[in-house]
């Protein structure tokens, strides 16, 4: 059976996760929570500190354990890294929730995430990154999710609003 909360929201970086939870946290009154955050005050360094120094394998267990604790006991909305989803186990928790992917095209995410250096996976050709981000990536997002909305050309309000809509009696 589906469970109430947490609502998760998965996507690409740039899809707007970390905002729209926020802004739909507050239009229902919960928290909001984001795992790449859960991961930072527990280590006590950023995401691209932990990748640097660290590596993305130890990153994405860090990851793995955050989403299993927040999955278990987050009454709110959570927000998931953007390769969270590539964790077969974490896929398999996610059956369980209200799962929304945010979708985004290729121009808007790359205006989104600008050439600001916090996201370590893409350093280098942001544009050319994310594409391939994209290409290998949304077919698992979908995979997951009981809801798509589409974000391009939309504001976090229009996107939470629509959320709102279509959960809000089933959440
Ligand atoms: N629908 C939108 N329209 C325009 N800008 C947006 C939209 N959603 C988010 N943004 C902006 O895009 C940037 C990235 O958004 P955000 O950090 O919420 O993405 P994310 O999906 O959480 O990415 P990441 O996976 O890297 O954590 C922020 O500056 C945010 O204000
Ligand atoms: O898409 C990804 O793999 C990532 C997305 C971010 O949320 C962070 O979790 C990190 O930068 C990796
Ligand atoms: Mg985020």
Redesign the pocket.
Known sequence: MTRRWPVVLV??????????ARLLADEWGVPAR?T?HDVESLEGRSVADIFVDSGEAHFRELERQAVAAALADHEGVL?L??GAVLDESTRALLADHHVVF?RVGLS?AVK??GLGSS?PLLLGNVRSRIKTLLDERSAIYESVATLVVD?DG???G??AGEIGKALGERA
């Open positions: 996507g690409p970086m740039g899809a707007g996760k970390t905002t729209v984001d790449d927000a890294g953007g945010l808007d989104r995430v996201r974000t939309r504001t976090p229009d996107v």
